[in-house]
């Protein structure tokens, strides 16, 4: 038996299923245990300074986790913003009622200034087009706009060169309504192997931040910290970290010091559509890329690349069944992936698949998959498709789970 409990939140009692899919019982879903988030982060704030804030960062539909429970959850755990990277997922979490300050973490285009007063979400500039705009939105609605500068340290992507943000600033007094909030940067190395290079932005960051306090601009928050940098570089802290893929329990990269111990809050499962005997010499999937050598029995798996399970795994992903790994055989399709259960003792149709997480003692982690399909833990779980439920719960797993 379980003790986990489905949670009760608003965006659930409004009636309205987050999807389709979730109101239907579609049998692949993600499950996401918050209970394990809000553990995550609190086992992150341990390490931070008491002045330091923990931004929550959410964009990306929280790495595919699902963004309003997530923030949410974030929230109750005490972080006291949240990081997004577009308007639109701004405007998704305001629509559901959250309050805390939202920071879009990248510059938009100055058409879209009047979003940011109409929905109190807060800038990041890094060009006096966009500021002008933003100004401009501020003036008609009578009310100031909160921005972070964007300084560009080394990442090549977005921002300031930080040669040119003393004159920047000197602009920016033009434009009154403009607070603010803080100053940004990121590491394009942190978490990875190439140590010399986040010392090297940092550098950069300090003498900025000398150069601007003996110029006496005072910068409320200052942030470069992301999950790399936070494992290994705690003088990268300052006031603010700006966090994501630690707080969903998962190492940015294989080179990452696993220095916290976080606990990935997601599992994916699916179920056994059909169970087919072979003989050998058959071929499975598009392009016949595998063929039997033996008489096989192979699972069939309504998930596929239109779900986010990656065709790169094609030949060479494992689920768990019954504990046990089964072997991905042939193409991943859009729609169906094709597993090895000829030595998975009794295997029925319907059973419980793992293609993510833990069954029966045994693991798949995130990582591995996204090892051998040649991407990032960031790209495969950003990528988890909107037809695959999320099914919330707070410490535990649902009473029909196989696991343990
Ligand atoms: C601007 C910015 N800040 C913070 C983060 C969080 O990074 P991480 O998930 O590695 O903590 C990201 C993620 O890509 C980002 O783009």
Redesign the pocket.
């Known amino acids: 038996m379980s003790n986990s409990q489905t949670l009760q939140r608003p965006y659930r009692e409004t009636g309205r299923p987050r999807s389709l899919f979730a109101r239907t019982g579609r049998p692949a879903w993600l499950e996401v245990d918050l209970g394990l988030l809000r553990d995550n982060i609190a086992l992150l704030r341990k390490r931070l300074p008491a002045h330091v804030q923990f931004?929550a960062?959410v964009?990306a539909d929280a790495?595919g986790h699902g963004a309003v429970p997530c923030a949410e959850a974030a929230l109750d755990a005490g972080a006291e913003s949240l990081?997004v990277?577009i308007v639109e997922e701004g405007v998704q979490l305001r629509a559901e009622g959250v309050p805390s300050p939202i920071v879009v973490?990248?510059p938009e285009a100055p058409e879209r200034a009047e979003e940011f007063l109409r929905w109190n979400l807060v800038a990041?500039v890094a060009d006096l087009d966009f500021a002008r705009a933003l100004q401009k939105a501020a003036e008609k609605e009578g009310r100031p706009v909160g921005v972070y500068l964007k300084v560009d340290t080394g990442l090549g992507r977005y921002g300031l060169l930080p040669a040119d943000l003393p004159e920047f600033l000197a602009h920016l007094r033009e434009f009154p309504l403009l607070k603010i909030a803080g100053l940004?940067s990121?590491f394009a190395t942190?978490?990875d192997r190439d140590r010399e290079y986040v010392a090297r932005q940092l550098d950069e960051f300090q003498t900025l931040l000398d150069a601007l306090k003996a110029a006496g601009e005072d910068l409320e928050a200052i942030?470069i910290?992301?999950?790399?940098a936070?494992l290994e570089w705690p003088e990268s802290y300052f006031n603010t970290v700006?966090?994501?893929?630690?707080?969903?329990g998962l190492y940015?990269s294989r080179f990452s010091e696993p220095t916290v111990p976080v606990h990935p809050i997601a599992r994916w499962k699916t179920r056994i559509l059909r169970l087919r005997e072979l003989p050998a010499g058959a071929s499975i999937s598009y392009g016949r890329t595998f063929r039997t050598e033996r008489p096989t029995i192979a699972a069939t798996l309504p998930i596929g690349f239109a779900d986010g399970y990656p065709q790169a795994l094609s030949n060479t992903g494992d689920v768990l069944v019954r504990g046990q790994r089964a072997r991905v055989l042939g193409q991943v399709c859009m729609d169906a992936v094709m597993v090895d259960v000829t030595d998975v003792e009794g295997t029925v149709k319907g059973d419980e698949v793992v293609v993510f997480g833990r069954q029966g003692g045994r693991e798949i982690p995130v990582s591995e998959l996204a090892e051998r399909a040649g991407t990032s833990v960031?790209e495969l779980l950003s990528r988890l498709g909107p037809r695959l439920p999320r099914v919330y719960f707070d410490h535990g797993a649902p009473a029909s789970s196989q696991d343990s």
């Open positions: 931004m960062v964009k790495y990081g990277a973490l990248y990041t940004l990121h942190a978490g942030s910290t992301n999950s790399g936070f700006r966090l994501g893929i630690l707080m969903y940015p960031y």
